[in-house]
């Protein structure tokens, strides 16, 4: 079972409001990741967590925050976001495994930005 | 640094045609990890294969091929009879084979399989 499930699917939120997406997996995979893609881009990586450790940012804005409560659960808060920050937000997940490391994705979550 | 270019943005055939996406990469190391994706218009990225660069073996699996070839550093797809349900962006990837988790994406090429 390859599945990692993505809450909500659609959110469209204020510019004043506080969310959060939250990313799910039980294939015990260790590692868990946050992208963003506009349209027709490829998905651009803005977190990595390792062992439920933040070993990756790449140099996301601070409104984004994320939250790894334990190995199967990945959060991302959301506050004070601009217009521009609406895309498809997919979350996946890797083994951690250096020989066999697939990173699997999630459905992923359209945010909207008013 | 790594660079995949997938130089097709959009491709449109008609069902039962043969299709052919191609993958050029770039890279300093020796040893990587090489990548295709689906994505269709649900958004879901859905893993296809994956490749290390020591195993220049082609593969099969179904109407899906892969052309792995180092000498011209591409790593080209291949659907035999194309189907409506092929229709998605199309992702070629690359990974440096450590630590580092970071997919190195190509622009996507869309394919479009007309009935």
């Known amino acids: 079972d390859t599945e990692v499930t993505q809450t909500p699917k659609h959110l469209v939120m204020g510019m004043t409001n506080k969310k959060s997406l939250k990313c799910e997996q039980h294939?015990?995979?260790?590692?868990m990741y946050w992208y963003k893609q506009k349209a027709k881009k490829p998905p651009e990586l803005m977190f990595v967590?390792?062992?439920?450790?933040?070993?990756i940012n790449e140099s996301v804005p601070s409104r984004f925050s994320p939250e790894c409560p334990n190995s199967s659960l990945l959060n991302l808060h959301l506050h004070a976001l601009q217009p521009e920050d609406s895309a498809l937000y997919l979350c996946?997940?890797?083994?951690?495994?250096?020989?066999?490391?697939?990173?699997?994705f999630g459905p992923g979550t359209r945010l909207t930005v008013l | 640094a790594q660079k995949v270019t997938q130089a097709q943005t959009e491709i449109s055939v008609v069902e039962k045609e043969d299709v052919t996406l191609d993958c050029v990469y770039e890279?300093?190391?020796?040893?990587?990890?090489l990548f295709w994706y689906k994505q269709p218009p649900s958004g879901e990225l859905v893993f296809l294969i994956r490749?290390?660069?020591?195993?220049?073996q082609n593969e099969i699996s179904g109407r899906y091929s892969w052309n792995f070839q180092k000498s011209t550093s591409s790593f080209n797809f291949t659907i035999t009879a194309s189907q409506v349900v092929d229709s998605a962006v199309y992702f070629c990837?690359?990974?440096?084979?450590?630590?580092?988790?970071?997919?190195?994406f190509g622009s996507g090429t869309r394919l479009l399989v007309r009935p």
């Open positions: 996946a997940s890797s083994p951690r495994d250096r020989t066999t490391d697939t990173q699997y």
């Open positions: 294939m015990g995979h260790r590692a």
């Open positions: 967590y390792s062992y439920e450790k933040l070993s």
């Open positions: 890279t300093r190391d020796t040893t990587y990890y």
């Open positions: 490749r290390n660069s020591f195993d220049e």
């Open positions: 990837a690359s990974r440096r084979m450590d630590s580092s988790y970071k997919l190195i």
